[in-house]
Every structure is written in C-alpha cells, then in structure tokens.
C-alpha cells in the first residue's frame, strides 16, 4: 500500500443508479416515529424544567457536597438521553441500494489467531460458497498448518505474514499488500455468513463515495451469558439480547447523521478508501472506529444496512463478556484522545454528535458507580441531599425519572428492559471502569482476543465474581444494617429528616438486589467455562446409529444428543456410525458414545452423547452449511430461531485443485 496515497476527492454530482433491492427491514409507520419523538422531547423538557427547580429549590447548603453532587448526576443522565434522542431520531435512515452488482471484485477476509478449527470451518465453508465469484482468504496470525490445509481443503487461500505486528489490523494490512481487489468483506473467524452476505451488501458500492457497509452483529448461540431467556411452557426463549439496541436501532439511526461506522466484522470495505487513509488504523485496539473516524474526514461516506447477514459467537461468559467490553472501552478511550472525533472541525457536526453519543456513553459507568454510593453515604452520615418538601420532591422526582424510562424504552423500539440492562451494566462496571482509567492515561495496552471454542478445562470452572461488586455488595449489606441499627437507637447516629433516610434505605435495597442478581449471573453453572468445541444447535431431526433410529435433539460440527428406546441404547465407549436425515438427503459420521444418561421424562428413554470422529471434513463442510444457512437469520436478534438441519447441496470429494466448486444452491466441494 502507498505510504502517501492521493487524498479521496468524493464525486457527489455522479448519476445515482436506478433499482432497489428489497428493504432490510420494514420502515417504521410514520405515526409511532411521531409518537416516539414526541415522548423522548416531553421528557427532555420535563427534566430540564425539573432540574431547573432542583437548583432554585432543593439544595441543601448543610450538605452540599451530597446535594451538588446528587444534581450532577442527573444532569449527566438527562445529557445522556439527549444524546439517546438524537442517535435514534430516525432509524429509517439507510439509502435503497441498486438491484444489479456492481463491476468491482471482491476478496473475503478472515483474519484468524488462535480459534479452534471447529470455529472456523463453517465461518470458511459458508464465505467460499457466497455468490458472487471471489477469493476468500484465511488470515492466519498464529502460523497453523492445520488451519492452511484446513483453508485449501475448502477452497480458501491461506495466508500467513512474517512478523505478526499491531493484531487484526496489522493482519488486514499486511493481506491488502498482497490481493489486488476493489472491495473486501471483513468476517471475524467466528461469523458465518449467510448466502446472500455478498449480494445485499456490495450494490450500494454503485455510489463512487462509499467507503463502508456495515451489517449487524448478531449471534447463533443464543444461550451465551449475553442473552436473557425466559422459560415457556417446556421451552426457554430468548427475551433480552444485550446487543440488539446497538446493533438493531442505534447503529441503524447513525445513517441519518452519516455517522454509520465499521464494527470489525460483517462489513465490506472499498481498498481505495482504506488507502486515502492509509490502511487500517494501527494505533488504538478499536480499530474499526479508528478506521471509519479517518475516512468520515477524508469525505468518504458509510451505509449500515440493517438485516443480518452474518452470525457468530457471543460471549459466553462473564470473564469473556467482561473482556471484550474492556477492549472495547479502552479503544474508545484511545480513538477520543488520539483523534478527537467530538471537536474535529473535519468531521461534520452530526457526525461529531454520533461520535459522542457513542463514546460517551462508555462513561455511564462513572454515573451507575456513584449512584450505587450515594445511597451508603445518606444512610451512613445521616445527611440530606434534599432541602425541600418530601412529598413535593418525590412527585416531581418521580414524574421526571418515569418520562425518562418511557422515553428511553420507546427510542430503544422496546429492546431497553430497566432491570437485564442494569444487570449487564454491574457486570461489566470493574472491566469499564478500569478502561476508563488506563485508555485514558495513553498506556500501551496490547490487543487481547475474546476466547472462543472450548476452553481446555477438564471441568466446567464457574468465573470469579468481580472484587468491586463483592465490595458493594458489603457495602450494602453494612450500610442497611447500619440504618436498621440507627431506627432501633443503636448507634450514635439520628436520622433528623427521616424520610430522607427511608428513600435512601430504599434506594439502597433496590441496588442491594440488583447486584445479587448479577453476581449469581456471574457465578451461574450456565455461564461457565465451555468444554465443547463448537456450539452445539438445538434441533430436531431423526436418524440413525448403527441402524437403531434416533432422535437428534442437539448437533455441532463435532458431536450430538441423542434420544434413544432402552432397547437400542448404546453402550459408553462404543464406536459406531450416526446416518442423519437432511431432508431427503444422508450424511453419516462415525462417532464415539461418550455419555448415557436417563431422559427427561417417564418413557424409560435415554440421552446418548455422541463425539465425531476426526477426518471427516466432507461430512463436516455439509452439515455446516447445512446448520449456519437453514434459518437465515433476518428478524431481531431476540426472536428465537428453530435451527432445522437441512442440505444445501451435494458434497462430494473431488480432485485436488486450487478452488471451490459452487452451485446454485450453495454447495460446495472440499478438495
């Protein structure tokens, strides 16, 4: 790549191509967009009013410290949903792109350091058999021939580079110095693609100015610690996904500001624009925004397209959960001080302003920590915050903090629910906080990759609770004794304005609750270390071991669950041959019974845990194909999505040979 590109000079007065494809989403009615914005600028102007009256009238110059400092906060939280307003004032925002592909050549990217082979085979298998005619690359920084044999074996070119320099963004730029491509698609090694990645996305690149299209993120293992689930009947389905309102709302209102920017993964990039800036940004650990930060200034502009296109791997556990949002954190921390994205006059003002909706909001953190503190403090020095009638305060307290709610779950479209989201926001508090501290002092903090796949542990390892939520927790407990202590004349402290004491204690009882129910997240057998390879996808499907049928109840790229009659049940240790129905088609495995246990139920079946055989790449590239293309995901990511395992197409050995065989169905040969 040329150290000094020529700088991009956008052609705005260029012919806006004609056709439209079918829209990712169904536009919002106009009627609920007005009702929405209607209730988020009532609620502004209820808060303003209200702490307006909160400085005239309610200061208690006895303990102002407490008072001034009660009134920040709340400050900062009607900042916060002014900011929430503007980011999703409008999530229709998205231009149609063209029906017909543009003439422009395409390469997909994997970049890759130390998953497991059983992560990446369907992310691979799925990229060489997306339409149109490409190159998919395996970038591989951790040097492993099992993964070069893997990557030709389906298809892909395998690349690797001598010194393994600035992580994912070193490994982007090192390959961008040797495909020669106009465009290239950026799949984490985690995420599939569905078939239609490459087709919905490419279009918009008609328009000479597009630099970036961005998809969301969403994730096929629906039990990770991320996703909330409430039981049904006999079945649990999804009900809070910890990423949708990024993903599904505010990244989609950023279109409106031209704010829309790279999330790592699921995007397709023009190497002319990476060029003008000169390549992927090296000098934060975010560097996706980093990246899209330097094109915004350089005049390029960025679509998010908002339909799924692609899935992968949430976190799932905490200590993984509290990794990456530290990582992406710290990153912000270093983007805002490296490239000042909120005062850059090069930078429009809106997108200045959808920066700052974005970063900001890294520093809630500080917010949700001090008022988690405030409440000890009330009860432990016996001081008011509040110097003004009670029952006025609490009406005008109340009315302003309920619009606030509503009009915050209303701009979320109904994806914010107040408790999982305050449970999600204690669970990573220590990891953000401590962001916060070290990306903003400029220490040099090295690339970290959130662990995926099995964890080599011999036993599923619960995670340790975070030190400062065992400390609050304490605090709590303390601090509630301590009142009780105090109403019974216990202690050399009074209380002089009870009521005020009463809400504190109330307040800190709330709080107190809400970090238990975090910490037994955290601690849950659930969210423990995973011993499996890959994910295993509920189904349910019938077949075959050794000719006795079977009902699949759950099946990975490296094992199933069986659910099997006493009388052909399978020993442990045996090694036998599992026949599954595709519909209509057969692929076989050869598999080890691990486990057998009694089923659910009183019907005398069992459990049957069977692990594949290794060398069985064939059947392995089909049924990949077959799990990850079967229900493409194109709704929200908390609607629960039945994984039917179905064929997509023949898989045959054939010749060895340089590529992929592809049919219009989308499979694919393995050489």
């Known amino acids: 790549m040329d150290p000094e590109p020529t700088p991009h000079r956008p052609t705005r007065s260029s012919p806006a191509p004609t056709g439209s494809a079918t829209p990712a989403r169904p536009r919002e009615p106009a009627g609920r ?43 900062h939280a009607w900042f916060g949903l002014a900011l929430f307003t503007y980011a999703l004032w409008d999530v229709d925002g998205a231009p149609p792109p063209p029906a017909e592909l543009p003439e422009l050549t395409v390469a997909v ?48 070119r395998y690349l690797t580079r001598p010194e393994h320099t600035d992580a994912k963004a070193g490994n982007l730029n090192h390959a961008l110095t040797v ?104 000098t934060s650990i975010t560097e996706d925004i980093q990246t899209t930060i330097r094109m915004h200034r350089k005049g390029w502009r960025t679509v998010y397209h908002d339909e799924v296109l692609a899935r992968g791997l949430a976190a799932d556990t905490a200590e993984q959960y509290a990794l990456q949002r530290r990582r992406w954190c710290t990153g912000a921390m270093q983007v805002m001080r490296q490239e000042r994205p909120l005062t850059d006059r090069r930078l429009t003002p809106r997108q200045r302003l959808t920066y700052a909706s974005t970063l900001l909001g890294w520093f809630d953190a500080v917010r949700l920590l001090l008022l988690l503190v405030f409440p000890l403090l009330v009860l432990l020095s016996g001081a008011s915050p509040i110097a003004a009638p009670l029952a006025v305060f609490a009406a005008a307290f109340g009315a302003s903090i309920l619009l606030q709610q509503h009009a915050l779950w209303r701009l979320a479209r109904g994806r914010i629910r107040p408790v999982p989201t305050a449970v999600f926001d204690l669970s990573r508090l220590e990891a953000t906080l401590q962001a916060i501290l070290v990306g903003l002092t400029g220490r040099d903090i090295p690339f970290q990759v959130t662990p995926k796949g099995a964890s080599g542990q011999t036993g599923r390892k619960r995670i340790p609770v975070p030190r400062l939520l065992l400390a609050l927790a304490a605090g709590h407990m303390a601090a509630i004794a301590w009142y009780l202590l105090t109403l019974a004349g216990r202690t050399p402290l009074t209380y002089e304005i009870a009521g005020v004491a009463h809400g504190a204690a109330l307040w800190a009882v709330i709080n107190g609750l809400l970090i238990a129910t975090a910490i037994t997240r955290i601690r849950s057998s659930r969210f423990a270390d995973e011993r499996r390879g890959s994910y295993r996808h509920p189904v349910h499907a019938t077949g075959l071991l050794d000719g006795r049928p079977a009902t699949i109840t759950d099946l990975s790229l490296t094992g199933a669950q069986l659910r099997m009659e006493p009388a052909a049940t399978p020993e442990t240790g045996t090694i036998g041959r599992l026949d599954l129905d595709m519909s209509g088609e057969r692929a076989s495995f050869v598999a080890e019974v691990r486990s057998v246990r009694p089923a659910p139920g009183e019907d005398g079946s069992s459990l049957v845990g069977l692990s594949f055989d290794d060398g069985q790449l064939t059947t392995q ?42 049919d219009d169905r989308g499979s694919i040969a393995v050489h």
């Open 621 to 662: 590239a089909q049924l990949a194909l077959g799990l990850f293309n079967a229900a493409a995901p194109t709704g929200t990511p908390e609607e629960p999505r039945p994984v039917a395992v179905t064929a997509t197409g023949d898989v045959d050995e054939g010749p060895t040979g340089p590529g992929p065989s592809h």
């Open 179 to 282: 495909i020669d491509t106009d465009l290239i698609a950026v799949l984490d090694a985690d995420h599939v693609a569905t078939p239609g990645f490459l087709r919905r996305t490419l279009p918009y690149f008609h328009d000479d100015d597009i630099a970036l299209v961005q998809t969301p993120q969403d994730f096929y293992n629906d039990s990770s610690f991320e996703h909330v689930h409430v039981r049904r009947g006999q079945e649990e389905h999804v009900v809070f996904s910890e990423q949708a309102v990024f993903y599904r709302e505010i990244q989609p209102g950023k279109n409106r500001w031209g704010g829309a920017f790279w999330c790592g993964t699921g995007a397709v990039l023009r190497v002319a624009a990476l060029g003008s800036v000169g390549g992927v940004a090296t």
């Open 109 to 156: 990217l994997i970049p890759t350091y130390n998953e497991p082979v059983e992560v990446l085979l369907p992310t691979i298998v799925a990229a060489v058999a997306l339409e149109p005619d490409h190159d998919t690359w395996v970038l591989d920084d951790g040097n492993r021939p099992a993964v070069a044999e893997l990557a030709v074996r389906l298809g892909a």
């Open 33 to 75: 967009t007005r009702l929405i914005r209607a209730s988020a600028l009532a609620a502004l102007a209820v808060g303003a009013l209200y702490l307006g009256w909160r400085v005239t009238s309610t200061l208690n110059p006895d303990a102002l410290t407490l008072s001034v400092t009660l009134w920040l906060l709340e400050l």
